[in-house]
């Protein structure tokens, strides 16, 4: 099994090894940003890489925004398209070890990054990190990939299990503005925290 370890995920930052990357904001994330009426809520982007998002959420005047990854390379895009990001705002960091509080949450593609075995502790961390009646919110895959993870997938019903301890599942369901390579087999998502 491989130890997905700080180290581990910085050498794939290292090696270019980040086929995961789309280089862009995801529409679905896109929508749920656009969709945003409070500029100044808390937003949390954990195991957020190349930072896509944030990018997009600063230059659209949210400026209440942190950043997490334990990889500091993975934030070389973030200090060369928004440079004036404040850098207190970057959280390198085990996510596991956060000790903030936000409002919203946006996921994509760290979940799934973690090891299967962490996912109760995951859904525990971030009802832990939002305010009363804070929102998770963002995508899951839909189904397993048939090989040995990152990424690891999984199931709209397992997913709910972990979820429903802490939050109020407002909705999960096939996204339907997914990049064609994901079409089908991403779940957008929305929880609120009990
Ligand atoms: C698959 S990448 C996803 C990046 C980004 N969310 C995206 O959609 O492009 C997963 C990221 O999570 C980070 N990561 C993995 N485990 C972490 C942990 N426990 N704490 C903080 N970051 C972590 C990795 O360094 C990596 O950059």
């Not at 596991?96 to 075995?117: G, K, R, Y």
Request: aromatic share 14%.
């Amino acid at each position: 099994m491989k130890k997905l370890d700080q180290s581990f995920w910085e050498n794939r930052w290292v090696e270019g090894n980040t086929q995961w990357d789309i280089g862009q904001v995801s529409p679905p994330l896109k929508e749920i940003i656009d969709s945003l009426e409070d500029k100044n809520i808390r937003i949390l982007i954990p195991g957020a890489g190349g930072a896509h998002e944030v990018i997009y959420l600063w230059e659209h005047g949210l400026k209440n925004i942190f950043v997490c990854d334990w990889a500091i390379s993975a934030f070389e895009n973030l200090f060369q398209k928004a440079p004036d990001f404040p850098k207190d705002q970057c959280l390198v960091c085990d996510f596991f070890d956060l000790n903030i509080e936000v409002d919203l949450i946006l996921e994509q593609t760290f979940f799934c990054a973690i090891h299967p075995s962490l996912r109760p502790k995951y859904a525990e961390k971030t009802a832990e990190l939002l305010s009363e009646n804070g929102v998770l919110t963002g995508l899951f895959f839909a189904s397993n990939f048939g090989f040995e993870g990152p990424p690891f997938g999984g199931y709209k019903e397992e997913y709910i299990a972990y979820f429903e301890l802490y939050f109020t599942i407002d909705k999960i369901e096939i996204a339907n503005n997914s990049i064609l390579p994901r079409q089908g087999n991403e779940l957008s998502f929305k929880f609120v925290r009990l």
